[in-house]
């Protein structure tokens, strides 16, 4: 099965539970901090990975580092380990969030830039933005040296991809096609 499939299925299944119990908003929080926590350390991430640390030694590594969590984002945990699916934590916190503000009316853009947004850029994507989802949308800005300039902006699952980098590789591609 598909890796993304799953951790959608996974995130609907946490905020279907979550909502049943009124607690969508703590989970969001809880959801935010693993995906910031597991996205920072690369250690963690190797772990979640690892197909030799057993389950349960991940499993009780993530009950302590995300001690403070809500109960059904420790259950969560659990039945990810249980079912050897934990390397996607990452991805179900992401695809939760996703969908709890989607179900909220909000979305987030993600604007991946090589140098930082400025203010009055910032406000014209948004100003777009919310024009072409016509929900309330924040910006979430990511700096990635490697698209060289332009910019790719993704909300929920559409993806626009302007970037230099993006040109370069279509235009390589054209070129060693015509060759």
Do not use: C, W
Not at 48 to 58: A, F, H, I, N, R
Not at 135 to 144: A, G, L, P
């Amino acid at each position: 099965m598909n890796e993304s499939r799953a951790a959608i299925r996974y995130a609907k299944a946490t905020l279907d539970f979550a909502i049943e119990k009124k607690a969508a908003d703590a989970v969001e929080k809880d959801m935010r901090e693993i995906s910031a926590t597991v996205s920072e350390n690369t250690e963690l991430q190797n772990l979640l990975e690892s197909p030799v640390v057993k389950g349960e030694v991940k499993k009780n590594s993530l009950q302590q580092i995300f001690k403070g969590s809500n109960e059904i984002t420790k259950g969560l945990i659990g039945t990810l380990t249980d079912n050897k699916r934990i390397a996607l934590l990452q991805e179900v916190a992401l695809k939760y969030i996703i969908l709890h503000e989607q179900l909220k009316g909000e979305d987030v853009a993600y604007v991946t830039t090589a140098v930082p947004l400025t203010g009055d850029l910032e406000k014209k994507i948004l100003s777009e933005v919310t024009k072409i989802t016509g929900n309330k949308v924040t910006i979430e800005n990511k700096i990635d040296e490697s698209i060289i300039g332009g910019f790719v902006l993704r909300v929920g699952d559409l993806q626009y991809d302007a970037s230099v980098a993006n040109k370069l590789n279509g235009l390589k591609r054209e070129f060693t096609n015509s060759l």
